[in-house]
Structures are given as C-alpha cells and as structure tokens.
T-cell receptor, first 110, second 115 residues
C-alpha cells in the first residue's frame, strides 16, 4: 500500500462547480499535512497547510480526520485558473521526509 | 529574492554518460531536498540535507546516483553512468524549518532525457 493515496482523477468540472478531493495516508505517525498545486510542466507550490480543526482560505477548504487518516480539499466556485494537479503531502514528526501523493488532476471547463 | 535555481533546465544525453544537476537553494534555508518526478511513480524523495549534511538518502535508487552539498548555497546530483530509466524531471527544493510553515520551495526542475 502506498503511503499517500489520492483519487486518481482526472476531474473535469464546469466553471462555478464545487469539487472535492480526497487523500488517505498510511503512517499513523504523520503529523503535518499540506495540499500543493502543480501546474502543467511547472514545479509544485504550496496551496495550503491542513490543520486539525480544518481551515479555509477563500474558496478552498481543507479538512483532516486523524482517526480515519483522511484529508480532503474542497474547492468552491471553481475557476478556469484552478486547472492543475493537486498533490496531498504528509510529513511524519521526525525528520523532514515530505511524502507526496500521486496527485489528482483537475480541469475546469468553460 | 531569488527562488531555488536549478541547472540545466533541460538535458538530453546518451546512455552511459555522466549527468550532473545543480541547485542553488534560497539563501538562509537550512534544508535542501532532491526529488524525482515521473508519470509512473510521481514525486519521489531521493535525498535531503540539513545544514549541508546528508540526513536521509534512502530514496537514492542505486550507487549510480550521488549527491553532495559542499556549502550552504550549492548542491549537485550526479548520475554515472546514466540509463534510459533515469529519464525524469529532477526537482530541488529548500526550506527553512524554523519558519514552522513546512513549506518547500521548489526550483523549476531539470528535465533529463537519457537516450
């Protein structure tokens, strides 16, 4: 089983739609969680950290369920510019090994 | 401020040749990471350094791969001899752990093709 697994995608949604991505992780010692965004042929960039109580940044909402070892990302009112691959990232509390999921590709269509 | 700088951006080489990828991290960052990305395997951590010291190289595929960080502003990833299965995008990233954001700052990547 992979350490971090994500919905395979791709997700093709119309502008204005709400879309949710799921991620599960296998290492119960994981302590820090993130969503990164990677545009086509570009480098990954941090989208947002994920906190235990859940957090929101504009149209983006991240949730964490430690008991189920599950992370989610919700995008509301999706824009064409949201088209990218979304990577779930997990880090255990020891060391600095950031483990990236395989990513879920999103295409927002006009 | 300049971000993480990698070179070359693109490299095409023949099997058996030596390849050297270079990285300049963001000034002041204390961690440096080398990742490899392929369609099949996604982003894989190869090795990371803390204050120029290699901490975890368990992701380095085999002895053909080596990485060094002679000083805080420079790192290399070397493949010798290269093989077609090494074709991938190699990313360097740096971070400042003291900032506690956990953010990795990636370079634009070096796209390697081994024929």
């Amino acid at each position: 089983r992979k350490e971090v697994e994500q919905d395979p995608g791709p997700f093709n949604v119309p502008e204005g739609a709400t879309v949710a991505f799921n991620c599960t992780y296998s290492n119960s010692a994981s302590q820090s969680f993130f969503w990164y965004r990677q545009d086509c042929r570009k480098e990954p960039k941090l989208l947002m950290s994920v906190y235990s109580s859940g957090n929101e940044d504009g149209r983006f909402t991240a949730q964490l369920n430690r008991a189920s070892q599950y992370i989610s990302l919700l995008i509301r009112d999706s824009k064409l510019s949201d088209s990218a691959t979304y990577l779930c990232v997990v880090k255990v509390h020891y060391g600095q090994n950031f483990v990236f999921g395989p990513g879920t590709r999103l295409s927002v269509l006009p | 401020d300049a971000g993480v700088i990698q070179s070359p951006r693109h490299e095409v080489t023949e099997m058996g040749q030596e390849v050297t990828l270079r990285c300049k991290p963001i000034s002041g960052h204390d961690y440096l990471f080398w990742y490899r990305q392929t369609m099949m395997r996604g982003l894989e951590l190869l090795i990371y350094f803390n204050n120029n010291v290699p901490i975890d190289d368990s992701g380095m595929p085999e002895d053909r791969f080596s990485a060094k960080m002679p000083n805080a502003s420079f790192s290399t990833l070397k493949i010798q001899p290269s093989e077609p299965r090494d074709s991938a995008v190699y990313f360097c990233a740096s971070s400042l752990i003291r900032s506690n954001t956990g953010e990795l700052f990636f370079g634009e990547g070096s796209r390697l093709t081994v024929l």
